[in-house]
């Protein structure tokens, strides 16, 4: 069994966050939640998770989720009671309060607190959300490095973690295939993106381009479930079309999904995602033009099924959850039990 810096007779962690059963039902079930949960698991502890969404929806009358707010804190109170974890991650988990994380530290004043993050922490509404969350937790994990990072160290402890992959939930290897139904996907919000999407069709008109936008927010996924998977999965190269000008390391969860899938991810160079994967794990543009420029020569040569092949092993290696729920166990007990990864080095103190 792995060894941990954790009460060998204790080795529960309660993850409390996000969950797809109700609102989704299976079409995000390869959420970052998810994820999570199996490299705990993996990193040799007890993983049990608790939706604060799900339950309220539940408990509230005809699923009106703020009036099963009150019945999401009781249940996570006593969850806690009962489990008696070592140690709880939160993540997203907004509807429950600091009233109720109080309580909690009181009644059980040696559990570890830690929160973990995967919005863009750089956007005006999303940073209160963080800063609440760092103030909470004894540690708190962002999927962003650098100063937009390191400014969060004035409400506590922070560190950076790559967007997780496990490939028992989500895996693919479009670098295999000699037969593809997309030359370029994309699927999410337009937000913006649609510019870039629309001018690169414009460039490569015979290419044949699989772009599924979202209309609106809560409607249904333009893709989703075990068909974003196999779609993916036959596509050669994914594109991880940013809102705006992303901070250092940051992407939304999808570029782990693109990595999965084994498609040359198509990745904006603002973040700098090459230094954290490496070199020649990923084509890099600025915009539409280079895009174009690039993937055609990649495609045209073949050339994109090594740099994908090359892509997804890295990617697997830097940031698959086992390490990263190993590293949050090392940080939660301040202690290191392993050789910690090369981005570990993002960590500020208060």
Known sequence: MTELPFDIDNRRVLLVGFSERYKYFGQMFYATFQMMRNGFIRA??????????????FAAPLAIRQLGKIAANKK???LVDELEPVAIGLMHCDLI???TIEQIRRVHPKVSIFSYFIDPI???????????????????????????????RKYGNVGFMPNPIDPTVFFARSFQRDHHQHDFFFAGKPKGRDSLLTELEGLLPSRNCGFYMRVARGSKFAIGGATYHTVLGRSKIAINA?????????????????????????????????????????????????LADK???????????????????????????????RYMIDRCADQQSFDWPAWSNEFYTK
Request: proline content about 3%; hydrophobic content about 40%; aromatic content about 10%.
């Open 295 to 325: 993937a055609e020569d990649l495609l045209q040569s073949g050339r994109w099924k090594e740099i994908a092949r090359h892509g997804q092993e890295r990617a697997v290696a830097v940031s698959n959850s086992e390490l990263i729920a």
């Open 44 to 57: 040799g502890t007890g993983a049990y998770l608790f939706s604060d969404r799900d339950t309220a929806d």
């Open 97 to 99: 309060t600091d009233q």
């Open 242 to 290: 940013a809102v705006d000008d992303s901070p250092y390391f940051y992407s939304s969860d999808r570029v782990a999904q693109y990595f999965s899938a084994g498609c040359l991810v198509a990745q904006p160079n603002g973040a700098k995602l090459d230094e954290l994967y490496g070199p020649s794990t990923m084509l890099s543009f600025s915009d539409a033009q280079e």
């Open 122 to 152: 750089h956007i005006d509404l999303q940073h209160d959300r963080f800063a609440r969350f760092v103030s909470l937790s004894d540690v708190s994990f962002a999927t962003t490095a650098g100063p937009a990072l390191a400014k969060f």
């Open 76 to 78: 996570l109170l006593t």
